[in-house]
């Protein structure tokens, strides 16, 4: 028996219907995908041409087949099977020619549901065993799944284009970046799925009804189209086929949607027109697989290969080229940068201490000279990093963290010295409490534990909850505490902590459950840094005097005086 032949007839017990079909193995999609990447112009995004870009546009290629792993997830099968394929010569039944076709998929869905219950001859009998999604009623919805992807990649390079023009963060920026290369990827596809001519015929597991040619019946054609035979014949290279690739061009002479849907809709039927063709093919024995003549259906399918890569990279250029301005966004953030223009950008780290958040976050939204972000541990230590640095101006420490390994005390030392603000507020004295450098920079050292220092034992520190009690303002003409004159508050205090002799105190108490100095500035390399012990509840978050010592604190820290 043929390879082919036993191929076949294992593939038949498999497949049942158009739904469960897949259009080229993923090999052959990647094909298409890194011909369609061989078309764009060297200006093109670059971020696009990176090697790690091509090779997730080129993985994504196999996406909406990796979908049908979940054959039990029924309404998600009902909503993406049909978009692989679409039945040509029903169309007829429904009485609606190729170039009238909606641009609307559900206007065609109604359509095609009123024309099978008034004529249920002109299309295929549903079989209740293999309908248990729903698919068999319809007569699939490619040419909707690339006009439809067309819009979504348009849609990514609008947001793209404004993130990049209207002062988005890096992380937006490459958050959407990594958006078009998913809709990029997802697009490509269904244009592969719409050059594989068995994906737009009834014919697609072998032919149906008259049969005046004698064409192969065999259900089994339809995986060794997709792959089986290119398997058999050393496999599908994209490198023969880069010469055949023209540079893209735009579709179309408008961008009007109706004319791009018009235009994939008679790309689609050019397609379709290969569907005899390749029966013939196929029954002259070019797509046997074996000997001289077995080889040269590879011809045929290698064509249709590099139709595809044309046409994805004539897409894709055309998304970019005419992707429409995002003017709400362009809007938003055109306010967002006008808002906190000389604004010191706030980062709030948190975590590893339980606090009162939504009183705590009321704290920052009150403050009228800064804008803020609050992150918690584990999350933190990414934004410490080099990269991520340029999105703030000002540190905020409310956490107790405790982990940290080499390379990340590596990145937040070079942070605390290089220029960034650093207010420390209460609990975060005690961060990192076996990292000495840590307890350098902040000025002091809280002990969680008893310890032994230079010969010395050391007792654990003490906190004492619900006290109340008056700060001193120790340097009154500072930055920090300039206009604020001594005052109550009803907070939490330590005692039994150390601070270095090189700070400057700017808070003092003589309350006995607490420690001396409460708030200092310092400086560590070119970064200024403040200390408050208060801060431990709502009390302390609505004191008016506490605000303004935050509010202060970030102004100062941030380069004002």
Excluded at 96 to 115: K, M, N, T, W, Y
């Amino acid at each position: 028996m043929h390879a082919y032949r036993f191929l076949a007839v294992t593939s038949a017990l498999l497949v049942v219907t158009a739904a469960t079909v897949r259009a080229w193995d993923y090999e052959a999609h990647r094909v298409i995908h890194q011909l369609a990447l061989a078309a764009l112009p060297t200006n093109f995004p670059a971020f696009v041409q990176t090697p790690a870009a091509r090779e997730r546009i080129a993985f994504l290629a196999g996406e909406p087949d990796r979908w049908r792993n979940t054959p039990d997830e029924l309404s998600f099968s009902h909503a993406t099977s049909p978009d692989h394929y679409f039945d040509v010569e029903y169309l007829e039944g429904v009485g609606v020619a190729p170039e009238a076709l909606p641009i609307f998929r559900h206007e065609f869905a109604a359509q095609l549901a009123a024309a099978r219950a008034a004529r249920p001859d002109q299309f295929p009998p549903i079989n209740a065993r293999w309908n248990r999604d729903r698919t068999q009623e319809s007569i699939g919805y490619l040419p909707w799944a690339l006009a439809e992807n067309v819009g979504r990649l348009k849609s990514g390079f609008s947001c793209l284009n404004a993130f990049e023009q209207y002062g988005g963060t890096p992380d937006e920026i490459a958050n959407a970046q990594a958006n078009v290369i998913y809709a990029m990827g997802y697009l490509g596809h269904f244009v592969g799925d719409a050059a594989q001519p068995l994906h737009i015929t009834k014919h697609h597991h072998g032919w149906l009804g008259d049969n005046p040619n004698d064409y192969t019946r065999d259900r089994g054609i339809h995986q060794w189209i997709d792959g089986s035979y290119f398997a058999q014949t050393g496999g599908v290279q994209v490198e023969p086929l880069l010469p055949r690739i023209r540079p893209a061009k735009l579709v179309g002479a408008t961008g009007d949607a109706e004319e791009l849907f018009r235009i994939l809709t008679a790309w689609l039927l050019e397609q379709f027109q290969q569907v005899e063709p390749l029966y013939q093919v196929h029954k002259e024995g070019k797509l046997s697989g074996e000997g001289a003549l077995g080889l040269q259906g590879r011809a045929f399918l290698e064509e249709q290969l590099v139709r595809a890569g044309q046409m994805l990279g004539d897409l894709w250029f055309t998304a970019w080229q005419r992707a429409p301005e995002d003017g709400f966004l362009e809007r938003r953030l055109t306010e967002r940068r006008t808002a906190t223009a000389g604004q010191p950008r706030v980062l709030v780290v948190t975590g590893g201490h339980a606090f009162e958040r939504l009183p705590f976050l009321e704290l920052f939204t009150s403050l009228n000279n800064a804008t803020f972000r609050v992150v918690q541990h584990p999350s933190a230590q990414a934004l410490f990093q080099p990269e991520a640095t340029n999105q703030y101006d000002v540190v905020v420490l409310y956490d107790m963290w405790q982990p940290i390994d080499d390379r990340d005390k590596t990145n937040f030392l070079a942070l605390a010295r290089s220029g960034k603000g650093f207010v420390v507020l209460h609990h975060a004295i005690a961060n990192y409490n076996a990292w000495d450098a840590y307890h350098d920079l902040v000025g002091a050292r809280y002990y969680l534990q008893p310890e032994i220092v230079e010969g010395r034992k050391k007792a654990r520190s003490q906190y004492q909850h619900d006290v109340t009690f008056t700060v001193n303002i120790a340097a009154p003409q500072h930055p920090v505490t300039r206009g604020l004159t001594s005052f109550e508050i009803r907070d939490e205090t330590y005692q039994g902590f150390e601070v270095a002799a090189d700070v400057q105190p700017l808070l003092t108490t003589t309350e006995l459950s607490s420690g001396p100095v409460i708030g200092w500035a310092k400086t560590n390399g070119l970064s200024r840094w403040v200390y408050v012990q208060l801060g431990h509840d709502h009390h302390a978050y609505a004191n008016p005097h506490y605000r303004q010592l935050v509010q202060q604190a970030i102004q100062w820290v941030a380069g004002g005086e």
